[in-house]
């Protein structure tokens, strides 16, 4: 298994830009999430998804928008960069909820916006 | 919402030494506490975790305490190696759902 991949590693935005981040498991995970990764501020959960179709905002969701049509994958797109999205981005997955499930996590993805 | 306080945000250690990190929460449904190690240029692992049913959790030489009354849990590594430098995190989360709330980390370096 490959896990959870992300692409691309390093993105350089111009603000205003749009882009989308890949996120994708193959370990038929039910749940998966994004989070944001600051200084001092730990990972902070901007969405999160339960299944196929079914998708709801975490703690930071603003200026962010996901869809999940397919199990294995869930973009993170950005409909106008700010700088205030300089960041790393981390997506998640776990075999379910209501449990405590482990979650795995991607390599991440370093965004700068200028 | 949940709130994850850790401390201290950097830790330097003699190899062969303890360290110990230490995390509040806020919310008392949460009930679930994992730890997670994060190597530079990678995600975040999970090395142990602890549920609220259990005060304490050991794995080799790592080990995880839980006061669910004064709501603080605590991460212990034993005969510190070099291999254990990296950002360590707390977090927290209720029964239902996987949502995660973290503290900001804490940056441990073991020197040789």
């Known amino acids: 298994n490959a896990g959870v991949t992300q692409t691309p590693k390093f993105q350089v935005l111009k603000t205003g830009q749009s882009m989308t981040l890949q996120c994708a498991q193959d370990?038929?995970?039910?749940?998966m999430s994004w989070y944001r990764q600051d200084p001092g501020m730990g990972l902070r959960l901007i969405h999160y998804?339960?299944?196929?179709?079914?998708?709801d905002q975490g703690e930071v969701p603003n200026g962010y928008n996901v869809s999940r049509s397919t199990t294995e994958d869930f973009p993170l797109r950005l409909l106008s960069a700010a700088p205030s999205q300089t960041s790393v981005y981390f997506c998640?997955?776990?075999?379910?909820?209501?449990?405590?499930?482990?979650?795995?996590f991607g390599p991440g993805t370093r965004l700068t916006v200028t | 919402g949940e709130n994850v306080e850790q401390h201290p945000s950097t830790l330097s250690v003699q190899e062969g030494d303890s360290a110990v990190i230490k995390c509040t929460y806020s919310?008392?449904?949460?009930?679930?506490f994992p730890w997670y190690k994060q190597e530079l240029g990678k995600g975040p692992q999970l090395i142990i975790d602890?549920?609220?049913?259990?005060g304490e959790k050991k794995d080799q030489r790592i080990a995880v305490t839980l006061n669910k009354t004064a709501k603080h849990f605590s991460l212990h590594i034993t005969e510190t190696q070099p291999e254990d430098s990296a950002v360590y995190f707390c977090?927290?989360?209720?029964?239902?759902?996987?949502?995660?709330?973290f503290g900001g980390g804490t940056r441990v370096l073991v020197k040789p």
């Open positions: 998640a997955s776990s075999y379910g909820q209501g449990v405590f499930y482990e979650q795995y």
């Open positions: 370990m038929n995970h039910e749940y």
């Open positions: 998804s339960v299944g196929a179709g079914i998708t």
């Open positions: 919310d008392s449904a949460s009930n679930y």
């Open positions: 602890i549920r609220s049913n259990v």
């Open positions: 977090a927290a989360s209720k029964a239902a759902g996987n949502k995660l709330t």
